[in-house]
Nanobody
Framework: QVQLVESGGGLVQAGGSLRLSCAAS?????????MGWYRQAPGKQRELVAT???????NYADSVKGRFTISRDNAKNTVYLQMYSLKPEDTAVYYC?????????WGQGTQVTVSS
């Protein structure tokens, strides 16, 4: 199995910054394809925020391009999401995702709330 543990969420004012972390443990080989972040706001479907492959290829949602930066430390099996210029519409539960040959694995989620 794979365990993904997120940290770093919280309450921030619009224009502020937050950094999310996700530490992976267990059968890491099962998420060898990519890691990333998704979010789900109340009443909305879960959506992609950013992903990064094991080779470093990055994909961002249009809504966060230029404001969010995803990175990973393979030695620590950890992926980060640095969020700048946060907006109230970024408010959501942010989920860490790991993807590999056996499918998707998810963390428990961390709440990010951006006040106007």
């Amino acid at each position: 199995q794979v365990q993904l543990v997120e940290s770093g969420g919280g309450l921030v004012q619009a224009g502020g910054s937050l950094r999310l972390s996700c530490a992976a443990s267990g059968s890491i080989f099962r998420i060898s394809r990519s890691m990333g972040w998704y979010r789900q706001a109340p009443g909305k479907q879960r959506e992609l925020v950013a992903t990064i492959t094991s080779s470093g290829r990055i994909n961002y949602a249009d809504s966060v391009k230029g404001r969010f930066t995803i990175s990973r430390d393979n030695a620590k099996n950890t992926v980060y999401l640095q969020m700048y210029s946060l907006k109230p519409e970024d408010t959501a539960v942010y989920y860490c995702n790991g993807n590999g040959i056996t499918g998707d694995y998810w963390g428990q989620g961390t709440q990010v709330t951006v006040s106007s």
